[in-house]
């Protein structure tokens, strides 16, 4: 049975770093993303990782946030740095086989992961 657990969440004062872990179970997956959302907004992807090393971020994240795998672990972790009150949501995990690089962006840039995470609050305070 697939499951996709994520931790790592908090409260944290603007300025501050927090790193958000997803470990997975069942399978080993190429293709993993980060999300979240925000109250009263639509989900909006964070960054993507394909294989071990081809990432992508959103340009609000770019600069402070790390995506990064540890296969022996089967754990995706979200390095946050300099973390803003809008970077305030819940962040949720996505995971899936994909045959191609390409196949993994279309599915981070249309949220067409099969597999999610339960979510993890990150709360950032001014």
């Known amino acids: 049975q697939v499951q996709l657990v994520e931790s790592g969440g908090g409260s944290v004062q603007a300025g501050g770093s927090l790193r958000l872990s997803c470990a997975a179970s069942g399978y080993t997956y190429n293709c993993m993303a980060w999300f979240r959302q925000a109250p009263g907004k639509e989900r909006e992807g964070v960054a993507s990782?394909?294989?071990?090393?081809?990432?992508t971020y959103a340009d609000s994240v770019k600069g402070r946030f790390t995506i990064s795998k540890d296969y022996a672990k089967n754990t995706l972790y979200l390095q946050m740095n300099s973390l803003k009150p809008e970077d305030t949501a819940m962040y949720y995990c996505a995971a899936d086989s994909s045959p191609a690089y390409g196949t993994c962006r279309y599915w981070y840039w249309g949220q067409k992961f099969n597999y999610w995470g339960q979510g993890a609050q990150v709360t950032v305070s001014s």
């Open positions: 990782i394909y294989s071990d090393s081809i990432t």
